[in-house]
């Protein structure tokens, strides 16, 4: 009897959807919108969709560039207080020294890349938990953004951006909106839609997609069949980088200030979307696109919480049952696709 090679096997397009990373996001992603939008109307309507894309879309940025770095096998607990950072330099820069904005924005971009390169290294290098060499990170940037800040404005806060030349211009293209259908959306939407279709493109049509998924499922494979282990961990560090530098510049041109312990917390936030949308704190699985409707997921129900009248006190509840629901549908979606591979 003669059997058919499992490569040429065909699969239905049933079992192909079934073994996605994305399908656990896509079903809680349609669940709570259902919930939500049966307790309000506004909640619906086209303003509401505005309101709560709103946080999704700075949220879906960063959750995007973690998914990828989490697929790669890190974490990065800086990525959070580092959005305050960059937008802390670019907004001390352009108000205390009085450079134009769109300097102060490179400035704070070759920081953060720099920022993101030595973490990468640091953790090649040593070998250390990435969760380890970021928390350092984290503790030094938060201490640095306080103290600096306080030095030089005597507060916790630095702001006056709107004189900066060429603010206008900046917060048109970061921070603008756009009107659709009579509501004004905000334009970080679109960033987070390119964000979110580059990062699927390079996970599934590039080499360095490949890379990515090979050092996250088993780093010592893939160095020994060639994959440049280093270089490509190092590379997603300061993805997540410049994630947060295009997430402190959209902050911090919205509000013309910056807080110093801005994006403090954060960092649990971006990689809890990225486990609801499919991503394995072990590595090696998940998608950008995943990420991206787990930021939707956050944002329905940061809002949808408002808009149903409730107490906003429950929203963390409901963002912890997320995160365990999302978990274990990542379990068994990892499982079936192992089984369907057998």
Not at 258 to 272: K, L, T
Request: hydrophobic share 55%.
């Amino acid at each position: 009897m003669t059997v058919a090679d499992e490569r040429l096997v065909r699969t239905g397009v049933a079992r192909r959807l079934l073994i996605r990373p994305e399908l656990g996001a896509v079903v809680g992603a349609v669940a709570v919108f259902g919930f939500f939008a049966s307790q309000s109307a506004t909640f619906r309507s086209i303003e509401g969709v505005a309101n709560w894309l709103d946080p999704a879309s700075t949220l879906g940025i960063m959750a995007v560039a973690i998914a990828l770095l989490m697929i790669g096998g890190e974490f990065d607990l800086s990525a959070g207080v580092l959005t305050g950072t960059t937008g802390l330099i670019m907004v001390i820069l352009a108000t205390r020294y009085g450079l134009p904005i769109w300097a102060a924005m490179l400035v704070a971009l070759v920081v953060a890349l720099l920022i993101g390169f030595v973490n990468g290294l640091i953790v090649v290098r040593t070998k250390l938990p990435s969760f380890i060499v970021t928390l350092g990170t984290f503790l030094m940037l938060q201490g640095v953004n306080l103290g600096v800040t306080k030095a030089l404005t005597g507060t916790v806060q630095v702001s006056g951006l709107r004189k900066a030349e060429g603010y206008e211009e900046a917060r048109a293209l970061l921070a603008g909106t756009i009107p659709v259908g009579g509501t004004d959306f905000r334009v970080a939407i679109l960033w987070w839609i390119g964000v979110t279709a580059l990062a699927t493109w390079v996970l599934t049509r590039t080499r360095a997609g490949n890379w990515i998924f090979a050092v996250g499922g088993d780093d010592q494979a893939a160095r020994a069949v060639g994959v440049p282990a280093e270089r490509t961990k190092i590379a997603l560090f300061m993805t997540t980088a410049v994630a947060a530098w295009l997430v402190g510049s959209i902050m911090a041109l919205r509000f013309t200030s910056v807080q110093a312990n801005s994006g403090i917390g954060q960092e649990f936030i971006y990689i809890i979307a990225a486990v609801i949308g499919g991503c394995l704190l072990t590595g090696g699985y998940g998608s950008a696109i995943g990420a991206a409707l787990g930021a939707v997921i956050f944002g329905m129900a940061d809002k949808g919480i408002v808009f149903a009248g409730w107490d906003a006190d429950w929203f963390k509840f409901f963002l912890g049952a997320m995160l365990l629901l999302a978990t274990l549908a990542n379990r068994f979606v990892r499982r079936y696709a192992e089984e369907v591979r057998h």
